[in-house]
């Protein structure tokens, strides 16, 4: 989604801007922006649609300046044009970034308008910059003007604001949409992500909900919603400045493929000890909290959303409890019916995802049960909301299509399946078992990556095709949904995911020789089921593409095409046949010429409704 950077030192702040705008780009952007505050006290602003480097060109011995804000933009309401890209300016005084969404903007743009504010763009953003420049013309300072405005505002916001009435002041505010100050040596920042300033200071303060601060070169001030001066702990950031370099790898999403066995043993490292899970990965109050627990909710979006399905089966075949997977964005709009002693676990990348935040603080508010954050960030604000905590530790991911946090969401999804599991029947004896097998998950993560040769020929047969088929049973038909999902996601071809039993139910209309169909055939009680859901595919000839288990007795031939998988326990399978259709939908996109690490129209944080 969009992003924020903003500045103010004893420097000139515009290229710590655009170095923090680039390392937003992969949250998703149409266009970009910069304002900063000159010698001669003026305000350069410069915008342009398209990538940040387009913006780069632009900056002069002209567009300069100690104090700055800097933006890129995601379009919601407005299209991607100059006129609509951030900074938005007042009366050549004040002007303003802003990541979120301005819900009542229609009826302060017909009330500015009346007060003789003039408009420039489309979005609902420049209400805000008019209304703060409204109380400057009231005679209130920079500060007192932002918190006017923003009791004025409905929805969700963060901003960055300067004005050239007072040069030394840079204020920040946010509600609903992220944003840290960064802390350096006589010198702040703002950021909405805090790898955007991981090479100017590792220290941070996070701003809660409500916040709004004054921040000059000698200090900061805080006040919160209730307007009372607060103090905020300064965190020190675990990210390190080459975190999010590509190195040898073509695109980010090939080099976070391939980070998946680190990914994975930084996930199980220290959570497992003599073939059991620790408890106190989860938080000081673990045992406590598990020992209520008689049905989980899961909420989440995307492929979140998809791991949650895993752990569905998961939980109710290992662990015997309950479970209900919901996306974040139905269950935070319908009544769900309140069951005690639930946990709510929310899945999330960014852990700033704006429906499975909702989500989690009204489960909250029904009175749901404790809850339990999955995420790999460990400064954002689902993790500050949930009672218990379990970071995936995949490290920085910037491609926008999601892979090394959805398989260690799934290993830490396993990690609370024991550790529930044992309150509900699980031997000791089954859970050496699957311990056993998570320890061996990064070997046979590299095992896997392995195909990528074979995969890359394979992705050769789908380069002129406009539709797809995915099958799958049990766990792995959440597994076959996340490969449709990567597909569609890059390549923009259309592709859908079905449990292999439905096809007779309908999808097995659409079966003609156009049409490949990708088949997850694990060794698991179902694989005869799905070898006469294949069946079924080949009579109507339809050319399908197999990964199976090495022990899975299926042929190759005209019709059918097949990658050998090494064997893998049922238990964690779906954890390592993820990876193959990583690949795959990546080699399909580069065979494509599609923008692999930023396909179009999607962002990486989501941070809007």
């Not at 209400?127 to 300072?141: E, L, M, R, S, T």
């Not at 929310?346 to 909250?364: F, I, R, V």
């Not at 597909?487 to 003609?512: C, F, M, N, R, W």
Request: aromatic share 6%; net charge negative; charged share 25%.
């Amino acid at each position: 989604m969009c992003g924020i950077v903003g500045a103010i030192g004893q420097r000139d702040v515009s290229p710590i801007l655009v170095e923090g705008l680039k390392r937003l780009e992969y949250r998703g952007y149409d266009s970009a922006g910069v304002a900063l505050l000159t010698e001669d006290n003026k305000i350069a602003r410069i915008r342009r649609i398209g990538k940040v480097k387009e913006l780069e060109k632009e900056l002069t011995e002209n567009s300069q300046g100690q104090i700055g804000i800097a933006h890129t933009r995601w379009a919601t309401h407005g299209k991607p044009t100059e006129t609509n890209a951030h900074p938005h300016i007042c009366n050549d005084t004040i002007a303003l970034v802003h990541n979120g969404i301005i819900e009542n903007h229609e009826e302060l743009r017909e009330k500015q308008t009346k007060q003789g504010f003039r408009f420039t763009s489309e979005t609902d953003t420049e209400v805000i910059v008019h209304q703060v420049c409204h109380y400057v013309n009231k005679g209130k300072d920079l500060f007192a003007s932002v918190i006017a405005a923003a009791k004025e505002l409905e929805g969700a916001y963060a901003l960055g604001v300067l004005s050239i009435k007072e040069p030394d002041v840079l204020v920040a505010a946010r509600k609903g949409s992220p944003l840290l100050i960064g802390v350096g040596v006589g010198e702040y920042f703002i950021a909405s992500d805090a790898a955007a300033l991981i090479p100017v200071t590792q220290q941070f303060i996070i701003l809660s909900d409500g916040d709004i601060a004054k921040i000059t070169r000698q200090g900061v001030t805080i006040v919160d919603v209730d307007g009372n001066i607060v103090e905020r702990d300064i965190h020190t950031s675990e990210l390190k400045a080459d975190s999010a370099d590509r190195g040898e790898y073509r695109h980010y999403m090939l080099k976070e493929i391939h980070e998946q066995p680190t990914a994975l043993s930084d996930c199980l490292e220290g959570r497992i000890s003599r073939n059991r899970v620790l408890e106190e990965a989860f938080g000081h109050n673990a045992h406590e909290v598990f020992d209520k627990v008689q049905g989980v909710e899961i909420v989440a979006c995307g492929t979140s959303y998809h791991a949650g399905l895993v752990g569905k089966y998961w939980l109710e075949s290992i662990a015997n409890i309950p479970c209900s997977v919901e996306v974040a964005s139905e269950f935070r709009y319908r009544k769900p019916v309140v069951r005690n002693n639930s946990l709510i676990i929310t899945l999330s990348q960014s852990g700033e995802t704006a429906d499975t935040l909702a989500a989690l603080q009204e489960a909250k508010q029904l009175g749901f049960g404790s809850s339990l954050a999955i995420c790999n960030v460990p400064e954002s604000s689902i993790v500050r909301e949930s009672d218990l905590v379990l970071m995936t530790r995949a490290g920085p991911e910037i491609g926008v299509a999601s892979t090394k946090a959805f398989t260690t969401q799934l290993a830490c999804l396993m990690l609370v399946v024991l550790v529930l599991g044992r309150r509900h029947g699980l031997s000791e004896e089954v859970e050496e078992r699957i311990v056993k097998e998570l320890t061996s998950l990064p070997r046979k993560a590299e095992e896997a990556l392995m195909l990528n040769d074979a995969i890359k020929e394979m992705s050769e047969r789908f380069s002129d095709k406009h539709n797809a088929l995915f099958l799958g049973r049990g766990a792995q038909y959440p597994v076959a949904m996340e490969g449709a999902l990567k597909l569609k996601e890059i390549s923009y071809i259309h592709a859908e995911a079905y449990p292999a039993g439905e096809l007779k139910h309908g999808p097995l209309a659409l079966v003609d020789e156009d049409m490949p169909v990708v088949a997850v055939a694990s060794n698991n009680e179902l694989l005869e089921k799905l070898k006469s859901n294949l069946q079924e595919v080949s009579a109507r000839g339809g050319k399908l593409f197999v990964f199976a288990d090495n022990s899975v007795s299926l042929n190759q031939g005209p019709d059918i095409e097949i990658i050998r998988v090494a064997d893998i326990d049922d238990s964690i399978a779906p954890i390592i046949y993820t990876i193959p259709l990583q690949l795959l939908s990546y080699h399909v996109a580069v065979l494509k010429g599609t923008d692999v690490d930023q396909p179009r129209n999607l962002a990486k944080s989501v941070t809007v409704e």
